[in-house]
């Protein structure tokens, strides 16, 4: 265990908890170099669990015989970095959830027929950009049955900071990848999924529709936060999906609807 206190904003080794913004993490030319940040111990521990590669630990003094103990025995040997509370907030300009940040090995971006290879449930994100409502969407999905995310180019990055957060640890159970949205349908359909995407229309069915619980694959497309689905990803499904409200509210938002959705259409 090669234990390094933090005794200046400028220690060498630490930027990748302090300066590089998402993208740079992301790392787009060369996802073979790309990183993420897990923050708080229990989320830690789901993604070791998971198989994610630890690469850096930040980690307040108090903690390493602490909270973070075990993942520091579990990690192996990389740098753990320290410093005092006031020092570690100013150097990543946020107070740490329980006090410990990981860095880890971004994976290899899954194939869309191995992700889908099996699933019955799936849902795809299109173009949601909010960090939460990904991370929520992706708890809800861990713990209602869906068997797989699909996300636009479009949409928030699931392991950004505070959508892993949020998730709790949800982006690691799911099985997830990109899909092209201009081919959306296509793709699903050579799968042999229906879709079924959620948007207030005319035509729209009601959620609980006998229909959409008898298909042996289906997709769930969910929309922006803001100006929902496209009119052409609307028209090219094979259903249009509304949850049915009171009191004159017209819609939910995303990550409310995904949880609505999600319970009612799930495979028993």
Request: proline residues 4%; neutral net charge; contains cysteine.
């Amino acid at each position: 265990m090669a234990v390094i206190h933090i005794t200046s904003l400028q220690q060498p080794g630490v930027e990748v908890f302090a300066t590089l913004t998402e993208a740079q993490l992301r790392n787009r030319l060369e996802p073979e170099k790309g990183v993420f940040i897990v923050e708080s111990p229990k989320v830690i521990r789901v993604a070791l669990d998971a198989g994610y590669e630890p690469l850096a630990l930040l980690c307040e003094e108090r903690h390493i015989a602490g909270d973070a103990a075990d993942i520091i025995t579990r990690a192996g040997d990389i740098p753990i970095y320290t410093g005092t509370r006031e020092l570690l907030a100013e150097l990543t300009g946020y107070t740490l959830t329980r006090g410990v940040l990981c860095a880890m090995r971004r994976p290899r971006p899954r194939a869309l027929e191995d992700v889908c290879k099996g699933a019955h449930r799936i849902v795809v994100i299109d173009n949601v950009v909010d960090t939460t409502n990904i991370g929520a969407i992706f708890r809800s999905a861990a713990a209602l049955g869906i068997d797989a995310v699909l996300l636009t180019n479009n949409s928030c990055d699931p392991l950004n900071r505070r959508a892993v957060r949020v998730s709790m640890g949800s982006v690691f159970l799911v099985p997830w990848t990109w899909i092209d949205d201009t081919r959306l349908q296509v793709h699903l359909t050579a799968l042999g999924f229906k879709t079924a995407a959620m948007a207030l229309t005319e035509n729209s069915v009601s959620l609980d529709n006998v229909r959409l619980k008898q298909e042996p694959r289906l997709a769930l497309i969910m929309g922006t936060e803001g100006d929902g689905l496209p009119k052409s990803t609307i028209a090219s499904a094979d259903y249009v999906v509304r949850i049915p409200m009171a009191h004159g509210v017209d819609s939910l938002n995303v990550a409310a609807a995904s949880a609505v959705a999600f319970w009612e259409l799930r495979k028993h």
